[in-house]
T-cell receptor, first 117, second 115 residues
Framework: KAGVTQTPRYLIKTRGQQVTLSCSPI?????VSWYQQTPGQGLQFLFE???????NKGNFPGRFSGRQFSNSRSEMNVSTLELGDSALYLC????????????????FGAGSRLTVL | AQSVTQLGSHVSVSEGALVLLRCNYS??????LFWYVQYPNQGLQLLLK??????LVKGINGFEAEFKKSETSFHLTKPSAHMSDAAEYFC?????????????FGRGTSLIVHP
């Protein structure tokens, strides 16, 4: 069973540009969550998509957006990049159909490391 | 609101020594608790989870954790550290009932294993 695939793995952008990151979940997983990981803040929840709908959203500005396609693949976009957006962006998928939602295990991808210059 | 506190951003042990990584949580309802591990240049992977079935939970790679409601703790232990255990460890909590089930992660503890 293939794992969660994130592309690209590494990218460098300059301030003001925008970036799109892609995530392919485990086959059959309908929920996709995105996290931002930085040394100072740890893992911060961005948003969660289920069946093409954003179901939960973290406390990030509107420059951060995402979407999910009918095949459960997800993308996130960051517009008008700032230096502080440099981070590892992690995607995780889960299957909410298995047991109680709170007990769902997240399967993470290796992440997309974004550097903003 | 739920939150997680991991005591110590870095823990250093010798190979063969006991590993103890501390996690305290706050939750207004019975929680689900998780430990994840992140190796360099990789995403997080599940070590173990507590879902109220048993207070002592065994995970992969010889790790285990004990849920102590009276202490609101879920500390991770391993009797004998191995060099391959060097990684970042994250404790996470999500609500068992009501509200958002999105897990909240601690800031992580970096485990350093000396030969």
């Amino acid at each position: 069973k293939a794992g969660v695939t994130q592309t690209p793995r590494y990218l460098i952008k300059t301030r003001g540009q925008q970036v799109t990151l892609s995530c392919s979940p485990i086959s059959g997983h309908r929920s996709v969550s995105w996290y931002q990981q930085t040394p100072g803040q740890g893992l911060q929840f961005l948003f969660e998509y289920f069946s093409e709908t954003q179901r939960n959203k973290g406390n990030f500005p509107g420059r951060f957006s995402g979407r999910q396609f009918s095949n459960s693949r997800s993308e996130m976009n960051v517009s008008t990049l700032e230096l502080g957006d440099s981070a590892l962006y992690l995607c995780a998928s889960s299957d909410p159909g298995q047991g109680k939602a709170g007990a769902n295990v997240l399967t993470f991808g290796a992440g997309s490391r974004l550097t903003v210059l | 609101a739920q939150s997680v506190t991991q005591l110590g951003s870095h823990v250093s042990v010798s190979e063969g020594a006991l590993v103890l990584l501390r996690c305290n949580y706050s939750s207004s309802v019975p929680p689900y608790l998780f430990w994840y591990v992140q190796y360099p240049n990789q995403g997080l992977q599940l070590l173990l989870k507590y879902t109220s079935a048993a207070t002592l939970v065994k995970g992969i790679n010889g790790f285990e954790a004990e849920f102590k409601k009276s202490e609101t703790s879920f500390h991770l232990t391993k009797p004998s550290a191995h060099m391959s255990d060097a990684a970042e460890y994250f404790c996470a909590v999500s609500k068992g009932t009501g509200g958002s089930y999105i897990p909240t992660f601690g800031r992580g503890t970096s485990l350093i294993v000396h030969p």
